[in-house]
């Protein structure tokens, strides 16, 4: 098992990314998720709010290419009172249609969550809420994408299952079944999704979460796995052997801990591909409590 540190691979704009949010006026961010689109850089994150330090709200920024912050927005806040959501866990960007768009989830809560996806532009419409009948009680990430300007979901890695939506109004988006790989489940076991899926070149990457268990605790590592597509069905072709994580300190986690049954989570929220360089920017977690920023190059990763 070869793990892969990604705290040595930072530059120039990864260092600047990271001093901006460090110089936010905020506690403990992690999980951002980061692209870059139309000139600008986009981040959404996690952190402990300025004004009520106990409470964890997500937020959104939009920087210049000269990483001068232009759009700064609580999205808990802003979700709360102009729509009525009570949470907004895990924001992820997602690039659909030339637009840009946000996906996120509700929490856990003993009645179960929400998923939703929001247009981000400067009206911030009502997210529509995801419903697919069959879902569980409790989902964290799908993995939206469009073929063709028709939107899908990468529902779940084990199997790999997608949706598509076949119904958009004003409030909510409807899926259904779309396609399932028929594979042994062995080969897809502790896989969960992770980042949203980059299409390079002819095949679909991300980075998807590896559980390990130590007794009845929990590791999270990054896997990069590739997809490629056959009559617009994902099917997963490789799973890369490094696990990726932030540093081998990081593996032993914090002593004070968000969550009591994890031991350790680089917890990967973002996979932008910048063509030019011919390099990955991950963005990711590190134990509920931190983050950082990784430029790697695409053929070290595969």
């Known amino acids: 098992m070869k793990f892969i540190r990604l705290k040595n691979f930072c530059n120039a704009k990864t260092n600047k990314l990271t ?7 905020l506690d403990n961010i992690f999980n951002p998720s980061y692209t870059e689109f139309d000139n600008h ?27 001068k912050i232009v759009i700064n927005i609580n999205l808990s806040n802003l979700y709360f009172k102009n729509y009525g959501i009570k949470k907004v866990n895990d924001p992820k960007i997602y690039i659909l249609n030339k637009s840009i768009f ?3 989830n509700t929490g856990t809560n003993h009645d179960g969550n929400e998923i939703y996806l929001a247009e981000i532009n400067k009206d911030m419409p009502k997210p529509k809420k995801c419903i697919y009948k069959k879902r569980m009680l409790i989902e964290k990430n799908w993995g939206f994408y469009t073929f063709n300007n028709k939107l899908f979901t990468l529902y779940s890695l084990c199997p790999l299952v997608t949706l598509e939506a ?9 899926f259904r079944y779309y396609s399932k790989q028929k594979t042994n489940n062995n080969f897809f076991k502790g896989l969960t999704i992770g980042t ?3 299409k390079i070149n002819d095949k679909y990457f991300l980075i998807a979460h590896e559980k390990k268990f130590l007794k009845d605790k929990r590791i999270y590592f990054g896997r990069l796995i590739c997809l490629t597509s056959t009559n617009n069905k994902l099917k997963l072709t490789k799973i890369y052997p490094n696990r990726y994580i932030h540093s081998l300190r990081s593996l032993f986690g914090t002593i004070k801990k968000r969550n009591i049954n994890l031991i350790s989570c680089t917890y ?7 063509k030019n360089e011919d390099k990955i920017i991950l963005s990711y ?6 983050f950082a920023l990784a430029s790697i190059p695409l053929g070290s990763m595969i």
Not at 166 to 174: A, G, L, M, P, T
Not at 285 to 290: A, F, P, R, T
Request: zero cysteines; glycine letters at 4%.
């Open 19 to 25: 001093r901006t949010l460090k110089n936010l006026n």
């Open 41 to 67: 850089y986009y981040i959404s994150f996690r952190a402990n709010s300025e004004f009520e330090p106990e409470l964890i709200k997500s937020y959104f920024i939009m920087l210049d290419k000269n990483f």
């Open 102 to 104: 946000l996906g996120f």
């Open 166 to 174: 076949y119904s958009i109004d004003s409030d909510q988006i409807k």
């Open 196 to 198: 949203n899926i980059q």
């Open 268 to 274: 990967f929220s973002g996979f932008y591909y910048n």
């Open 285 to 290: 977690g590190i134990n509920d409590y931190d």
